[in-house]
């Protein structure tokens, strides 16, 4: 069974980075194309990023272009999402995931930008 595990939430300030993480039981992240989504309080869940299994290659939802970066690790079976220069509008439930509806994923990391 393949399990998603996403870290590295908390509460930051405007204009501050975080990292968050994902890591997986019973598959290998890096061959797998891995997306991260996002669901802020009353809304729905919105697709992020995502970094492709070939080639490693990654694309951001333009909000976050130029403020987020995805990367992965192969020998630690890890993804990665490094957040800065965050805004209160990035405050929501970060969530690693199989695919942009989120068929699988983990249980999320909360995110708050609050000063």
């Known amino acids: 069974e393949v399990q998603l595990v996403e870290s590295g939430g908390g509460l930051v300030q405007p204009g501050g980075s975080l990292r968050l993480s994902c890591s997986a039981s019973g598959c290998v992240l890096v061959s797998e194309n891995i997306y991260w989504l996002r669901q802020a309080p009353g809304k729905e869940l919105e697709w992020v990023s995502t970094i492709s299994s070939v080639g490693g290659f990654t694309y951001y939802t333009n909000s976050v272009k130029g403020r987020f970066t995805a990367s992965r690790d192969r020998a630690k079976n890890k993804m990665y999402l490094e957040l800065t220069s965050l805004k209160p509008e990035d405050t929501a439930t970060y969530y690693c995931?199989?695919?942009?509806?989120?068929?699988?994923r983990g249980q999320g990391t909360q995110v708050i930008v609050s000063s």
């Open positions: 995931a199989n695919d942009r509806t989120g068929t699988l």
